[in-house]
C-alpha cells in the first residue's frame, strides 16, 4: 500500500485509503476526485459466468462487491478512475467484461509475467497503442512505441467490456492496458506502476490522474 500512496503524494494527491465497512461507495464519491483500485486477489468468476480455475486465490471478503458498487458509483458521477492489476481485473468485470483465468495454463509461450520480486524488476515490454490515451500521457517515457513494466498477475482481461478499448499489449497477447475514450482519465493498466515512484517511469499516469481529479467539478 505504501507505493500506492506515494505514487499519489508525489503527483500532487492526497489519497484516503477505503475501509469498506465503513466507506459507502455513495458517500466514497461524492468526497473524492477520483478512484484509484489496487493489486489484490482474484476476482470471482462466477461474476462473468465462469467457474473457477484450480488456480483461483479469492480476495479479501466482500471485496469484489465493494470495488465493483464503488466503480459503477465513480463512474456514473464521472469521476476519474485508474485500475492498477486486479484493478483493472475488476473494474473489466465490473462494466461487462470477462477474464483470462491462468495465463500459465491458457496462454501458449505466455511471457513471464510472475515476477514477484524485486517489485520494480522489468519483466517484459508493452506495446502501446498509437494514438490512445496512454500513449498521449507516457508520450515522454515511451521508447518508440513500448515501455518496460514489472508484472506480478496470472489473470488477465479476456473479452474487454463495452465502451472500453486496449491500449496496451504483451509480445505474448496478454492484455496489459486498457482505457474509455472520451472520458477525462479511465485507464486500467495490469502491471505496478506504483511501484517505481523512486525513478518516476509511470509518474506521468499518477499525475494525469490527479490533474483530471482536480478538475472535477460538482
Ligand atoms: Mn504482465
Avoid at 496470472?154 to 496489459?176: F, L, M, N, R, Y
Wanted: proline share 7%; aromatic share 8%.
Amino acid at each position: 500500500m505504501a507505493d500506492y500512496l506515494e505514487s499519489v503524494r508525489r503527483a500532487g494527491g492526497e489519497p484516503h485509503e477505503l475501509d469498506q465497512h465503513r466507506d459507502a461507495p455513495a458517500d466514497v464519491v461524492k468526497r473524492s476526485g477520483g478512484l484509484l483500485l489496487t493489486g489484490g486477489g482474484d476476482v470471482d468468476p462466477g461474476l462473468y459466468g465462469e467457474a473457477p480455475h484450480p488456480t483461483y486465490q479469492p480476495s479479501e471478503e466482500g471485496r469484489d462487491a465493494y470495488e465493483i458498487a464503488l466503480l459503477r458509483a465513480a463512474a456514473e458521477a464521472g469521476l476519474p478512475i485508474f485500475a492498477i492489476c486486479r484493478g483493472m481485473q475488476v473494474l473489466n468485470v465490473a462494466f461487462g467484461g470477462t477474464l483470462l483465468q491462468d495465463i500459465p495454463s491458457m496462454v501458449n509461450g505466455a511471457a513471464h509475467h510472475t515476477v514477484p520480486e524485486p517489485r520494480y524488476a522489468i519483466a517484459h515490454e508493452v506495446w502501446v497503442a498509437s494514438g490512445s490515451r496512454l500513449s498521449e500521457i507516457m508520450a515522454e517515457k515511451l521508447e518508440g512505441e513500448t515501455c518496460q513494466v514489472n508484472s506480478r498477475h496470472h489473470q488477465a482481461v479476456k473479452i474487454v467490456a463495452p465502451g472500453w478499448e486496449v491500449s496496451g499489449t504483451a509480445p505474448d497477447g496478454v492484455i496489459e492496458a486498457i482505457e474509455q475514450p472520451g472520458q477525462p482519465f479511465r485507464l486500467a493498466v495490469q502491471w505496478h506502476p506504483e511501484n517505481f515512484w523512486r525513478t518516476g517511469e509511470f509518474r506521468p499516469l499518477f499525475e494525469s490522474f490527479i490533474e483530471a481529479a482536480r478538475a472535477v467539478t460538482r
